[in-house]
């Protein structure tokens, strides 16, 4: 078999050093008007950013956590789930959905992809459902990734959803669905 060759160029996953160059003004600004105001936690700019990402979605409320990882420990405590649940999510995303069910107390139980799209295989997930059930405590996160929406049955639908990388994915599925 004939080597691959490597490719010169180096292709990154991520690259948020352009994405910090391109909005460079804005963020600088933004910080630097917090910093003035004295305002670090909450405040003014917090508030806007839930209206419009509200407004965004199209959905009643948004609210501005630290993080992604904690986004998703808080709506699995407001949504019950703690020790002795299982908590299905698809085994490709990022660490943090896995770590935050586990931050939950909950033991995520991992579902394989459909590699035509990266996000869970519906199939997989009715298979696991239907063989280790949805007795109460259990949920589904469904992961929405590279800006697409996870192919999620109605009637596997889950309350919870990762769209850290997905919020206007998240947004189309919501206005579709609910
Ligand atoms: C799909 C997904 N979920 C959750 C997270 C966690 O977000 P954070 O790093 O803000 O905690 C990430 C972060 O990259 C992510 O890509």
Redesign the pocket.
Known sequence: MKPIPVPHERILPADPRACFLAHREEIETAIEEALAAGSYVLGPAVAAFEAELAAFLGVGGAVGV???????VLALRAAGIGPGDQVYTVSH?????VA?IELAGATPVLVDIDPGTFTIDSARLDTAVRTHGTSAGRAVIA???YGRPADMPESLMSDVM?????AAAFSKISTNSR
Do not use: I, M, Y
């Open positions: 630290a993080s992604g990882t904690d986004a998703l995303t990022a660490v943090a959905t935050a992961v929405h990734l990762d769209a850290v990388q997905a």
